[in-house]
């Protein structure tokens, strides 16, 4: 038995190799060949990776061209119909990508993480057939760079779970014509050698189990593992804890389960019964979805509580999930503060963690460089407790002396003075806020931070493009306006660059589908504002129209969410700093004579924890900060704040508690559907439904828009509807945005027209 686990490696490469391979390709411009040749050389240089630092079970088939969850369904032959003419390269690229005639499948949040998977569709009428072609000659391909590897799978239950049917049916009634196909590729499987270990993915028993589910698991696996004796199989589950899953899988001949201890505290109650069996436990410790060192000394003492549980013999040392949610190299970290640099890990760095941790914890001697590895841990850790970079007593004393939590005024004494003062029509029209993002301004905002152009030639051309922002939307004859957030790379990134206590990365990588990838701001310290972050761009739009111009910012949930955040202060205590930021920033521009402020909640429901239990807290402190951050505001000053496309059946109520004078969503693709939850449930405030889908390039017509306008009139009425389009309009060209917003404009005053008649 070997001591680490590492339960998958990121693929795109440390210089997004798979990426650029990808792309060229898709564009024509270089072959398939060029492709194959790019992964196997990355998943060579990854195997030879672990091996080198000393791991002891690394994956195979986790590596994928696309996703994981797509190799799965193909190895299933799990191919829809419209696909079903097409072979090899051409058709796993058609279902994740889409074709002219076949529309992509789609995609979808891999549990709480910005990893997007390819979601599985099944059908009562198609049949299923094994491929392990990828998965034997990824296998072979190892073994041939002299690794015995683990193969790992994404297993039935977690796959049933995820997948969807075209007829919307119970996907596990798909069951009886699934789960043989996985039995006869454990068989295959056993076949490529005397014993081979698989790691079979099922981490949907971290989210509330159905009962279903778990009756489930006893028959599957009771499957599964006699369909090859020399087959040992792993169940890995990450994210959460899984103690109602542990409880049945004892009872399965499984050789081993892989728990959270990182994300999933509460396994630690399912130690004793798990001891009892004869399982092992692959322990995962090491973070694999953040970028934080781990304190060494903390995660032996972690493990020796396990160990007091559960016999430490049967222990496997192991990262908390797959690393495929980190960047993977501080090596490229060129620019970064030295002192910032020393408290990070990424992939890499942390299969050196996983080895001494694991050398530490079987009390294995460690040799001179471990030895300076491990006393470099203690000094960064040590320096990360009382770092002034990251401690700011001032932060802290204002956190403590926080007595304005929310407005003065009701909504329903705002909103009529609103109305007295900003004077819109019913059905007022409006937009998002990004307008098409031109390769000119992406360059300028390039030449700006690489200092080809001065800060004056940088605002100049801002200016310009807020100047043409303006003209194109009183053309239009939208009525309040937005300056079109050109010096705006990412709304996250934004706010980041501009706050106390953030970090950027130069080549902190993390896919997040397919061939693209992010790199996601990280939050090291205490967070304050050091001056204003909007004022200047938005009063200077101001200052160019006479309608009301729409301040623009980022909420402190969103913020979080798709940053790295620091993991020695619970995540509501950073997003209470951030909101006091935020707060800090509406104030000025209420101060500056800006009359209406939107507060971007994008990833508001992103943020939801994976168990139901867990809920109401999240919603209690994400509430809280919201209307912590546009406290400041005013009764005449309207907040405005703007979700993506969102379930909102079970969070209308915590929406409406966020208590934004108005609300856009992004509806366009279900009609009137999304908006009926929010008649239903008397919803009070204002909102602007998407009136139309920006995702394609195509014009709405003038009567299509009077269609979806008519539509959302049969559920709220014109005085609490605003009308804007779906948000993202910044992907989108000029000569495409114009006419729609036209079309728009012109949509309401003839549905105003008709409700006057
Ligand atoms: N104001 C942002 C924009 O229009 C909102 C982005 C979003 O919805 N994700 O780009
Ligand atoms: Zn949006």
Not at 383 to 404: E, F, T
Not at 583 to 598: F, P, R, S, T
Not at 643 to 668: H, L, P, Q
């Amino acid at each position: 038995m070997q001591k680490n686990w590492v339960t998958g490696f990121p693929r795109i490469g440390e210089q997004r190799e798979l990426k650029k391979a990808l792309e060229a390709y898709w564009s024509g411009k270089s072959d398939f060949d060029s492709v194959i040749s790019t992964a196997k050389e990355l998943k060579k240089r990854h195997w030879n990776y672990q091996k080198e630092t000393g791991m002891g079970y690394i994956s195979c088939n986790d590596f994928s061209l696309y996703d994981t969850m797509l190799d799965m369904a193909l190895t299933l032959g799990a191919i829809p119909q419209r696909f079903r003419h097409m072979q090899n390269e051409e058709l796993y690229f058609a279902m994740a990508r889409g074709t002219q005639n076949a529309v992509a499948m789609e995609m979808t949040k891999w549990f709480n993480t910005n990893y997007h998977y390819i979601v599985p569709e099944l059908s009562p009428a198609d049949d299923y057939k094994l491929d392990a072609t990828k998965i034997i000659e990824e296998y072979k391909e190892a073994k041939s760079a002299g690794i015995t590897p683990k193969i790992n799978i994404i297993g039935p239950l977690t796959f049933l779970s995820l997948s969807k049917r075209v007829d919307r049916g119970d996907t596990f009634e798909l069951y009886d014509k699934i789960v043989p196909i996985y039995e006869e590729l454990l068989e295959t499987i056993g076949t490529l050698d005397n014993e081979v270990v698989v790691q079979i993915d099922e981490p949907i028993f971290v989210k509330d189990v159905t009962p279903k589910q778990l009756s489930l698991i006893k028959p599957t696996y009771d499957k599964l593992c006699a369909a090859a004796p020399n087959v040992k199989i792993a169940i890995q589950t990450y994210f959460e804890s899984a103690v109602e899953a542990v409880k049945v899988f004892v009872y399965t001949p499984v050789w081993a389960i892989g728990l959270d201890f990182v994300y999933g505290e509460e396994n630690f109650r399912v130690l004793d019964e798990l001891a009892k069996s004869n399982k092992l436990l692959i322990a995962g410790v090491i973070d694999g979805r953040n970028i934080w060192k781990s304190d060494i000394d903390y995660k032996k003492e972690l493990l020796e509580q396990i160990a007091q549980k559960f016999p430490k013999e049967r222990i496997i040392v192991a990262t908390s999930c797959s690393l495929l949610h980190v960047p993977y190299t501080l090596k490229y970290e060129e620019k970064m503060d030295s002192e910032i640099k020393n408290w990070l890990s990424y992939a890499l760095e942390k299969l050196d963690e996983l080895s001494l941790l694991s050398k530490l914890f079987f009390d294995e001697k460690l040799n001179e460089e471990e030895q300076a590895l491990l006393t470099s841990n203690k000094a960064a850790c040590l320096s990360r407790k009382s770092s002034p970079l990251i401690h700011d007593k001032v932060v802290q004393n204002r956190i403590q002396k926080i007595n304005k939590w929310e407005r003065a005024d009701r909504f329903e004494d705002r909103i009529k003075v609103q109305h007295k003062v900003l004077r819109y029509k019913p059905l007022a029209t409006t937009t998002i806020g990004s307008f098409p993002q031109t390769p000119e301004v992406r360059k300028a905002r390039r030449d700006y931070k690489s200092g080809t152009i001065t800060e004056e030639q940088y605002k100049q051309k801002m200016c310009e493009y807020i100047d043409k922002c303006i003209a194109c939307q009183e053309e239009c004859g939208l009525e309040i306006l937005v300056h079109g957030e050109p010096e705006r790379n990412d709304m996250v990134e934004y706010f980041g660059e501009q706050l106390k206590g953030y970090g950027f990365s130069q080549n902190g990588w993390v896919q997040s589908y397919g061939s693209r990838c992010v790199k996601p701001p990280f939050i090291y310290g205490d967070i304050s504002r050091p001056k204003p972050m909007t004022v200047e761009w938005i009063t200077y739009a101001q200052s160019k129209t006479e309608k009301i111009m729409k301040g623009m910012l980022t909420g402190p949930v969103t913020i979080l969410n798709w940053s790295f955040v620091r993991d020695d202060m619970p995540r509501s205590e950073v997003s209470k700093q951030i909101a006091l930021s935020i707060a800090d920033e509406v104030d000025d521009l209420q101060n500056a004579g800006i009359k209406i402020i939107q507060v971007d909640e994008a990833a508001f429901k992103e943020g939801y924890p994976l168990k139901s239990s867990k809920i109401s807290e999240y919603e209690r402190w994400a509430v809280r900060d919201f209307k912590l951050c546009v406290a400041p505001a005013k009764k005449e000053t309207q907040i405005h704040t703007h979700m993506c496309y969102s379930e909102f059946n079970d969070i209308i109520k915590t929406i409406e508690a966020m208590d934004a004078d108005v609300i856009s969503i992004e509806t366009a693709r279900s009609g009137n559907e999304l908006l009926k939850v929010f008649a239903k449930s008397g919803y009070k405030q204002e909102v602007g439904p998407g009136v139309y889908d920006i995702h394609s390039p195509r014009i709405p017509s003038v009567e299509e828009i009077v269609k979806q306008i008519e539509l959302l009139l049969e559920v709220l009425p014109k005085d609490q509807l605003w009308i804007n389009p779906d948000c993202g309009l910044k992907t989108r060209k000029w000569e495409e945005v114009i006419p729609s917003l036209k079309n728009m404009v012109e949509a309401v005053s003839i549905v105003r027209a008709k409700l006057n008649a």
